[in-house]
Nanobody
Framework: QVQLVESGGGLVQPGGSLRLSCQVSGVNWSIRAMGWYRQAPGKQRELVATLTKAGQTDYGDSVKGRFSISRGNAGNIANLQMNHLTAEDTAVYYC??????????WGQGTQVTVSS
């Protein structure tokens, strides 16, 4: 059973930081890419960050310079460091991975709320 479990979400004040992690299990093929999307109520799902096997990164325009994606040493963890958070970052954040087929798998999402 393929499972992606996100952690690290919660409530943070504007200007603060959070670190999200995605633990992947049950994937029996090498991971080619991993990343994060987010969706706020009434808005389209948008790219937050993507990291490919080749090391290429792609960030949504609204998070460039503030967020950083990295892959865990074992290759089955996707981390997202989020700094200088604003209310506009409030959303459900979804982790994804692509394996060598490639198949795409999604986590259940973790809520990030930026508020005073």
């Amino acid at each position: 059973q393929v499972q992606l479990v996100e952690s690290g979400g919660g409530l943070v004040q504007p200007g603060g930081s959070l670190r999200l992690s995605c633990q992947v299990s049950g994937v029996n093929w090498s991971i080619r890419a991993m990343g994060w999307y987010r969706q706020a109520p009434g808005k389209q799902r948008e790219l937050v960050a993507t990291l490919t096997k080749a090391g290429q990164t792609d960030y949504g325009d609204s998070v460039k310079g503030r967020f950083s994606i990295s892959r865990g040493n074992a290759g089955n963890i996707a981390n997202l460091q989020m700094n200088h958070l604003t209310a506009e970052d409030t959303a459900v954040y979804y982790c994804y991975v692509k394996d060598s087929y490639p198949n795409t798998f999604w986590g259940q999402g973790t809520q990030v709320t930026v508020s005073s």
